[in-house]
């Protein structure tokens, strides 16, 4: 069965740091384009970034541009965001999704995900 399990969230101080963890399970993540997204109470959700199946492409809201960074470890089926310069409006639940892409060095935020993980908390607060 295929499933995404995030990790890594917390409670974090402004200007901290936290590495977000995607990891996968049946299924290879080659044939992917892996986004992160998030959902702070009361807003819509929002897409932050991808990475395509190679890892050469990625993308990010302006948001979060310079200060998120994410990778990926197709060996390891695990995907990652770096979140740097951390700001109290970063607060939200970060989920990573999956889609099948054609393309191998190209990756879409705005496209429909289809597979989805349970998400994890992130609070920036002091």
């Known amino acids: 069965q295929l499933q995404l399990v995030e990790s890594g969230g917390g409670l974090v101080q402004p200007g901290g740091s936290l590495r977000l963890s995607c990891a996968a399970s049946?299924?290879?993540?080659?044939?992917?384009?892996i986004a992160w997204f998030r959902q702070a109470p009361g807003k819509e959700r929002e897409g932050v970034s991808c990475?395509?199946?190679?890892?050469?492409?990625?993308n990010y809201a302006d948001s979060v541009k310079g200060r998120f960074t994410i990778s990926r470890d197709n060996a390891k089926r695990t995907v990652y965001l770096q979140m740097n310069s951390l700001k109290p409006e970063d607060t939200a639940v970060y989920y990573c999704?999956?889609?099948?892409?054609?393309?191998?060095?190209?990756?879409?935020?705005?496209?429909?995900?289809?597979?989805w993980g349970q998400g994890t908390q992130v609070t920036v607060s002091s």
């Open positions: 999704a999956a889609v099948r892409f054609p393309v191998q060095d190209m990756c879409v935020i705005t496209i429909p995900y289809v597979y």
């Open positions: 049946g299924f290879t993540l080659d044939n992917y384009a």
């Open positions: 990475i395509s199946r190679s890892g050469r492409n990625t």
